[in-house]
């Protein structure tokens, strides 16, 4: 499956600005994903992008390189309902049925 | 309905016993997922479901595990014999469309059903 890899956890104070980033299998590139999931619910879309560059969406911005296999997400003027885990997503290569990294548990704190 | 919804949210089984998982999609939605989620993982694919098209079953990991989808909505996740590895939570996602290249197909969750097997 497609090879996506973030870090675990992060810490963060409130009022801060936090980027996690991740990295996946460039073959067969077909678009990256960003998910928020807090403890006991469901994930929730928070953006997709499919050409390099940076898209920005209020206080969450995305960023992705294609030739370097490289995404991350920036969350600006952190709030302490920011502390969720974050997970990348995208298809493996002959598919696109989205495979997801084990997503980045984030803190913000006081 | 307003979302994805899965029904029990909770299950406690026996090793061994079969259970069966239900979702119901967003209407209109003609893709559905099951990924599972154990604790501390990420969330692994298990069958896809596109209209009438043959699912896509290769993310199921043995034959006791099994799903269909009638009507083009509801979906039922079966797993017979229950093993304790079997504990997770099975998340259930629709899609309005076909998932493809350079198409924002993003995905709804539902709650998930916890399944805990003793």
């Known amino acids: 499956g497609q090879n996506i890899d973030q870090p675990t956890e992060m810490t963060a104070t409130e009022g801060a600005i936090v980027q996690i980033n991740c990295t996946y299998q460039t073959s067969g590139f077909n678009g990256l994903f960003w998910y928020q999931q807090h403890a006991g619910e469901a994930p929730t879309f928070l953006s997709y992008n499919v050409l390099d560059g940076l898209e920005e969406k209020g206080r969450f911005s995305s960023f992705l390189s294609r030739s370097k296999g490289y995404s991350y997400l920036l969350l600006k003027e952190l709030q302490m309902k920011d502390s969720a885990s974050y997970l990348c997503?995208?298809?493996?290569?002959?598919?696109?049925?989205?495979?997801f990294g084990r997503g980045t548990s984030l803190i913000v704190h006081p | 309905g307003a979302g994805v919804s899965q029904s029990p949210s909770n299950k406690v089984t026996e090793k061994g016993k079969d259970v069966e998982l239900r979702c119901d999609p967003i209407?209109?939605?003609?893709?559905l997922y099951w990924y599972r989620q154990s604790l501390g993982q990420g969330l692994e694919f298990l069958i896809y479901?596109?209209?009438?098209?043959?699912?896509?079953k290769s993310g199921l990991p043995s034959d006791r595990f099994s799903a269909e989808r009638t009507g083009g909505s509801v979906s039922t996740l079966t797993i017979q014999r229950t093993q304790q590895e079997d504990s997770a939570v099975y998340l259930c996602a629709s899609s309005l469309g076909v998932p493809g290249v350079g198409t924002n197909e993003k995905l709804f969750f539902g709650s998930g059903t916890q399944l805990s097997v003793l």
């Open positions: 479901f596109q209209g009438n098209s043959a699912p896509d």
């Open positions: 997503a995208g298809p493996p290569p002959g598919s696109y049925i989205p495979t």
């Open positions: 209407s209109g939605h003609t893709a």
